[in-house]
């Protein structure tokens, strides 16, 4: 018997996995949940065989679950879910070590049969997004020039960046001058769209990987004519420079 984790926010459409799941003989889901954050302690509890991660969930995202559990508990494998294959999303799930790669429209045959493969040690990627991984542009941003975006995308001024990020205002400007650049935009709003686009930034609860999340990228204007780009999730913490 395959003993299986799964994680997804929406409730209707968990619930139509767990029936699924529990048609197969081979199969048992042994915990489920719609938060992130409770992925890591249900997995030690139940020790389930395989995770079935939702990409994005509120509290903690999949990837981030995905890598804290592979580092917890590596006997656990997981599969990310999407309800959009993309090479960003590829590669960061490959990144936090995920053994399977399922985007949420594929059959149920082939949804089964991935949870099956990953449980027998297999890796379970779709060969076509695999290569469009492998040819996408690498992300040319430092991680902490990842983090003053991030915060900037979310409708932030350069004060309130410098105070979220523990920087000064002119170091956070001098990384903004750094990202345009790099990213091949004139303004800060296109260099958010152009990082949102590549996944370079990510929406890391709420929703999945897409423009359809950022309704307010077109920006407006805040108080001293700073510029806002309130963008729906929040700032994960990352190392580096």
């Known amino acids: 018997m395959i003993r299986l984790l799964l994680a997804e926010n929406m409730h209707l459409v968990r619930s139509a996995l767990v029936a699924l799941l529990s048609t197969e003989e081979d199969l048992e889901v042994v915990a489920e949940t719609g938060q992130g954050g409770e992925i890591v302690p249900l997995a030690r509890e139940n020790r389930p065989d395989v995770a079935l991660l939702d990409i994005c969930l509120p509290g903690v995202d999949g990837l981030t679950a995905a ?38 429209h594929a059959s149920a045959q082939q949804f089964v049969d991935c949870v099956r493969r990953v449980a027998r040690g297999e890796r379970v990627i779709d060969p076509e997004l695999a290569l469009a991984a492998l040819n996408a542009p690498e992300n040319p941003l430092t991680s902490r020039e990842l983090d ?9 001024t350069v004060t309130e960046i410098a105070d979220r990020l523990y920087l000064s205002p002119g170091t956070v400007r001098n990384y903004l001058c750094r990202i345009l650049p790099k990213v091949g935009a004139r303004t800060r709003v296109e260099a958010i769209r152009i990082s949102l686009e590549r996944g370079w930034l990510w929406p890391e609860t709420g929703g999945d990987i897409g423009m359809a999340h950022y309704p307010a990228l077109g920006g407006r204007r805040g108080s001293g004519g700073a510029e806002h780009v309130p963008v729906a999730g929040r700032t994960a913490p990352r190392r580096g420079r």
């Open 67 to 104: 890598a804290e559990l592979h580092e917890r508990m590596p006997e656990c494998k997981t599969v990310i879910l999407t309800g959009r294959g993309t090479p960003a999303a590829l590669r960061r799930a490959l990144g936090a070590k995920a053994r399977g790669f399922v985007v949420k």
């Open 148 to 156: 003053v975006l991030q915060v900037a995308a979310e409708g932030s």
